[in-house]
């Protein structure tokens, strides 16, 4: 399998250069403007996006730490990512009068939307990466209670610990979005 990531990192390296050297010898370098799609994209696409990455990640980890283990362990981690996609849903409000585009676009807004969005992607890779630990390690606490009975109690705290991953990134997830308001 670590040939696959090699390939992988290699062609985005090879399409990332061959990109970049158009662009420089073109002159059409200002075409990659990262600033101006920051600004274009409505922060309400920032913020679903958020809300989208928070509770497919959240699901995806749940699913392959069922995956892996065999039995049910990794349920929590998606009941977080649900939670948090609906605290995160109750920032989001339909209240813009139709033609206000300026409204739309305000600084409190673009805050909102992008708190929204990294808080979001937070939640979701935190919750991805607890539902592999708690996989993990409860397939191999199956395996280790099997050749000795003591060890249970042992890998059962290691599968603690794991599952702390994805409270601690519902905890983060709660302060990183703490200043976003309503939009308006």
């Keep these: 399998m670590?040939?696959?990531?090699?390939?992988?990192?290699?062609?985005?390296?090879?399409l990332a250069t061959t990109i970049g050297l158009y662009a420089l010898l073109t002159g059409s370098g200002e075409a990659f403007n990262v600033g101006k799609f920051l600004e274009q994209t409505s922060p309400y696409a920032f913020a679903m996006l958020?809300?989208?990455f928070c509770i497919g990640l959240s699901?995806?980890?749940?699913?392959?730490?069922?995956?892996?283990?065999?039995?049910?362990f990794c349920e929590v981690v998606a009941i977080y990512g649900v939670i948090?996609?609906?605290?995160?849903?109750?920032?989001?409000?339909?209240?813009?009068?139709?033609?206000t585009s300026d409204s739309l676009y305000s600084?409190?807004?673009?805050?909102?939307?992008?708190l929204l969005f990294w808080g979001g992607l937070t939640v979701g890779l935190c919750n991805l990466v607890c539902g592999v630990a708690?996989?993990?390690?409860?397939?191999?606490?199956?395996?280790?209670?099997?050749?000795?009975?003591?060890?249970f109690v042992k890998v059962l705290v290691l599968e603690i610990f794991g599952s702390i991953l994805g409270l601690f990134g519902l905890i983060v997830g709660l302060i990183m979005?703490?200043?976003a308001q309503e939009f308006s």
Excluded: C, R
């Excluded at 699901?59 to 049910?72: E, K, N, P, R, S």
């Design 59 to 72: 699901v995806m980890g749940a699913g392959w730490g069922i995956f892996l283990t065999g039995i049910i």
């Design 177 to 179: 979005t703490g200043p």
């Design 134 to 151: 708690v996989g993990v390690t409860g397939a191999n606490a199956a395996i280790a209670d099997a050749a000795d009975p003591q060890l």
């Design 84 to 99: 948090m996609a609906i605290v995160f849903s109750s920032k989001i409000t339909g209240n813009l009068k139709a033609g």
């Design 107 to 114: 600084a409190e807004n673009y805050l909102t939307g992008h």
């Design 50 to 52: 958020g809300i989208s």
């Design 2 to 14: 670590p040939g696959v990531y090699s390939y992988g990192a290699a062609s985005v390296g090879s």
